[in-house]
Nanobody
Framework: QEQLVESGGGLVQPGGSLRLSCAAS????????IGWFRQAPGKEREAVSC????????YYIESVEGRFTVSRDNAKNTVYLQMNSLKPEDTADYYC???????????????WGQGTQVTVSS
């Protein structure tokens, strides 16, 4: 069964950085766009970023533009989300998901990881 596993979350002070990883197995990774989503307590899951299978399409939500960078290493079946200048409002569970094309809608994505928690607090 296709599997995505996130890692790299943790507790960080405001202004700090984290790099999340999304490792895929049993997936034709090269063919899939990978999206990053987050869900804060009591809030709906929202799209954060996405990278297409060929790297030529990426997007970020406005609130993370300029602070987060998504990249992928197809040789390692891994997508990364570099998060800099973190703010308390970035606190959430972060998930990666796979779909044939980038989309901002969680329902479009076929495969999901279990999530990794990010807490930004002093």
């Amino acid at each position: 069964q296709e599997q995505l596993v996130e890692s790299g979350g943790g507790l960080v002070q405001p202004g700090g950085s984290l790099r999340l990883s999304c490792a895929a197995s049993k997936l034709y990774f090269d063919y899939y766009a990978i999206g990053w989503f987050r869900q804060a307590p009591g809030k709906e899951r929202e799209a954060v970023s996405c990278i297409s299978s060929s790297d030529n399409i990426v997007y970020y939500i406005e609130s993370v533009e300029g602070r987060f960078t998504v990249s992928r290493d197809n040789a390692k079946n891994t997508v990364y989300l570099q998060m800099n200048s973190l703010k308390p409002e970035d606190t959430a569970d972060y998930y990666c998901a796979a779909h044939f094309a980038c989309s901002r809608y969680p329902g479009d994505f076929s495969f999901w990881g279990q999530g990794t928690q990010v807490t930004v607090s002093s």
